[in-house]
């Protein structure tokens, strides 16, 4: 028997029932690099638009950014002074510290419209109309051909014919409405001076001959100097573009509503000035004085489901009766309340107050003198709630 030997190509070269049969691996590389090459450009343009996708999602995102941070500058500028120039050159400085595709926003006076931004319940959207008594900043911000930056040129330019792109965004800033519950503490300390220490006997120091609690409050007492320190605040309300309803609850050994939620600041002095001209001694029983004011902001007839709920608590001294401060104002919290804290003196407690505020959502304020309170006061009623509505 005779054995044939193969070698290399040969061997590959069997035949198979007779047939010879010609290896085709030259030709299928040949196949797959032509079609490589057929859509290499078509990978090319699909990874080009992909790119052009995320920097066009990127850059909106930029500009909702800018847009936010210029309208809330506006909307808090507006609210401070109430001026609408103050509040565009504000607007656009902010706009300008912010790049959309590496440029500074830049906008214009018409980007900004004034308005009233209303809802009807605390869970409801905000609704913006133009004109009326404004209490909200709409700002407008657009890239395209007929905007001062024009349109955003795209990152890979030139995919299926287009270079650029446009985007506009819109920004709210409300000053929202905001039921202000005032809460005083009328305990006996308010009888004395700032910078002297509370203790009976003797008398304060600046009351006259044969002065006893329940006569009026002496002339540089704290309780004074509080009344005047409210008068700065409601001032500041007043003179705001929201509208603020404002009540009034005092407390001692045991709190007292004075004065229902209203628009007529008048009747909070008033209310005040039961006590001016008769300051009784008393306890200071802070945690059911927030209970109180808590209290006036939900079940007054006039409470706007809409608005926020603000406490403003002021004390001189420490709690010494009555319910937990801190756990009445966690609870408040709970209920919607946010607490704003005012220690006045350095007899007040103010670790205490800090941690009222801080469980109320707010902050917390310390006075030493009478000039300190009133700058306190005013501080508080500039900080009252702005926000996004849209």
């Keep these: 028997m005779e054995i044939a030997i193969y070698s290399g190509r040969r061997a590959n070269r069997r035949s198979r029932g007779g047939l010879a049969t010609t290896p085709c691996l030259p030709h299928r590389a040949g196949a797959v690099l032509v079609l490589i090459v057929l859509l290499l450009p078509v990978m090319l343009l699909l990874s080009a638009f992909a790119i052009n996708l995320a920097y066009m999602e990127l850059t909106r995102t930029e500009m909702h950014t800018a847009a936010d941070a210029a309208a809330r500058a506006a909307g808090r500028e507006f609210t401070i002074f109430n001026d609408n120039n103050l509040a565009r050159t504000r607007g656009k400085a902010i706009a300008e510290m912010n790049s959309v595709a590496g440029e500074p926003l830049s906008l214009r006076d018409s980007d900004f419209l004034f308005g009233t931004s209303t809802r009807v319940s605390q869970t409801g959207r905000y609704q913006f109309s133009a004109g009326g008594i404004s209490n909200a900043v709409q700002l407008n911000v657009q890239r395209n051909s007929a905007a001062i930056d024009g349109p955003i040129p795209l990152l890979m330019p030139h995919v299926f014919g287009i270079g650029s792109f446009n ?13 202000v519950a005032l809460v005083i503490d009328r305990s006996g300390s308010m009888a004395y001076a700032a910078n002297e220490v509370a203790a009976y006997p003797p008398a304060p120091a600046s009351a006259p001959l ?8 002496p002339p540089n007492s704290r309780w004074r100097n509080m009344v005047d320190g409210v008068a700065m605040f409601l001032n500041e309300v007043a003179s705001s573009p ?3 309803l404002v009540s009034l609850s005092t407390y001692a050994s045991s709190p ?3 004065q229902d939620l209203t628009s007529d600041y008048n009747l909070i002095h008033t209310a005040l000035d039961v006590y001016t001209n008769s300051l009784c001694a008393g306890g200071t029983n802070i945690g059911d004085g927030i209970y109180e ?4 902001l939900a079940l007054s007839p006039l409470a706007r489901p809409g608005a926020v709920k603000v406490i403003v608590l002021l004390t001189d001294g420490i709690h010494n009766i009555g319910s937990d401060p801190v756990s009445a104002a966690q609870t408040a919290s709970e209920n919607g ?5 005012i220690t006045f003196s350095d007899e007040a407690n103010q670790s205490q107050m800090q941690a009222v505020a801080a469980n109320g959502g707010g902050m917390h304020f310390h006075a030493t003198t009478p ?5 306190v006061f005013q501080t ?9 509505t849209q």
């Design 167 to 179: 985007a506009q965004f819109t920004s709210i800033s409300t000053q929202i409405e905001v039921d």
């Design 210 to 217: 044969g002065w006893d609690f329940c006569h009026p409050a």
């Design 242 to 244: 929201a509208s603020e």
């Design 256 to 258: 007292l509503t004075n």
């Design 293 to 296: 004011g808590a209290g006036a």
């Design 337 to 341: 309340v946010v607490i704003y804290t």
């Design 371 to 375: 000039a300190d309170l009133i700058i």
């Design 380 to 388: 508080i009623a500039k900080q009252l709630p702005t926000l996004l």
